[in-house]
């Protein structure tokens, strides 16, 4: 593995891992030495998806659940020891019906059910794993966004306002335990190819979505799981709270 990033031993909890961008980073990981741990709501899919990998552990997790999250943590710390780096990838569905209300037309159920996954299943699993990292000596912290928490959008708005959420938990934690040694991230994401999202568009949907970024294509999730392994390594031990924009050149900080 010369010339790439290494994170030997690291111990790696993916959300959302069973398929989608959650396998892709879960794949990174473990191909740069890292002992990942597969979540999924669904215990026979983190099977599946662990079986395709070295180093990797299924396990059944419910974010939106805090007995399962508090179940799952423990597990985690007793079984490894430690936990160096989470990737908050799990997230609500793509919904069309959602995504394309207008603003004042999202019920309070919708945005609650967005909510419940994306921000307060987010929240739930990192302050569970937060103390474990400070008591073994620090850790990364990833957390998956998008580029209209940064610049706004029109559409999709319950989706936007959890990931606006995100970034802001970011910059807390990176505040709060940078003495600890924990390092936080937030990976803001534009048109990525993921099963859920390009597969659920037109042609003509994804060729205008193509053509929004400098780059004139669509993200590959290999590409959004390399960033993300480059950021849990050491090579940034000196940056922290930052946002990091994938999306092609739409979004410019």
């Known amino acids: 593995m010369q010339g790439i990033v290494l994170l030997n031993g690291k111990v790696a909890i993916v959300t959302g891992a069973a ?4 396998l892709e980073i879960a794949k990174e990981f473990s191909h740069r030495g890292s002992n990942v741990i597969i979540c999924s709501r669904k215990l026979k899919d983190a099977q599946s998806a662990a079986s395709e990998m070295q ?9 939106t659940d805090e007995s399962s ?26 919904d069309r019906k959602i995504w394309y209300k207008q603003l004042h037309e999202v019920s309070d ?14 929240f739930r699993l990192t302050s569970a794993v937060l103390p474990i990292m400070a008591k073994t000596g620090g850790g990364a912290i990833i957390s998956i966004s998008s580029t209209p928490a940064i610049s706004g959008h029109v559409e999709g708005a319950p989706y936007t306002l959890a990931k606006a959420g995100i970034i802001a938990m970011t910059k807390h934690i990176a505040l709060e335990y940078g003495r600890k040694n924990i390092r936080a991230y937030t990976l803001a994401l534009g048109n990525i190819a993921t099963d859920a999202t390009f597969n659920s568009m037109t042609a003509a949907e994804r060729k205008m979505a193509a053509s929004e970024n400098a780059m004139k294509r669509w993200g590959d999730p290999r590409e959004v799981a390399r960033v993300a ?18 999306d092609g050149g739409t979004v410019m900080l």
């Open 19 to 22: 398929k989608g961008l959650g």
């Open 55 to 63: 180093n990797a552990d299924p396990a059944e997790l419910d974010i």
């Open 69 to 94: 999250v508090l179940k799952f943590t423990k597990m985690v710390s007793d079984d490894y020891g430690a936990i160096d780096v989470l990737v908050n990838n799990a997230g609500y569905p793509f």
């Open 109 to 122: 159920d919708e945005l609650q059910d967005i909510l419940a996954v994306d921000l307060r299943g987010t």
């Open 229 to 246: 392994a480059c950021v849990a390594s050491d090579d940034f031990s000196f940056a922290t709270g930052n946002t990091i924009v994938i």
